[in-house]
């Protein structure tokens, strides 16, 4: 506390940023195989919005979320395409099977009435 009064605000954040490091490599260094297995991760938005994600991990595990990332943009253009040709689908009409030309129109549903 007594730092953080005889400090400016950029002073504070360096001494806070070197602690924090510090305190990392006391934990790496009591757990060498869980300091090898962490990935860094950095996610949020870009100024248009766009979702952002930053990966820092060994090469092993970068081809997998490699893979996995091609797999996954591979699902999401084939909904992408399925879903631009349904509404074209939607939109012709089937042809009639053997239906005459003096066959009346389907009557319209019955209409709820509404209450005064």
Known sequence: MELARNTTAAQLE????????????????????LAAFRMRTT????QDG?????????????AL????LTQVQADLDRQRAAAVAEPIEATVAPEPEDVSAET????????PELAP
Do not use: T, W
């Open 14 to 33: 360096r001494v806070v940023r070197g602690m924090r490091r510090v305190h990392k490599i006391e934990e790496d260094a009591a757990d060498p195989e």
């Open 43 to 46: 996610i949020g938005y870009d």
């Open 50 to 62: 766009n979702f952002v994600l930053r990966l820092v991990c060994s090469a092993e595990d970068g």
């Open 65 to 68: 979320v490699q893979a996995a």
């Open 104 to 111: 009346p129109a389907p009557a319209a549903p019955p209409q």
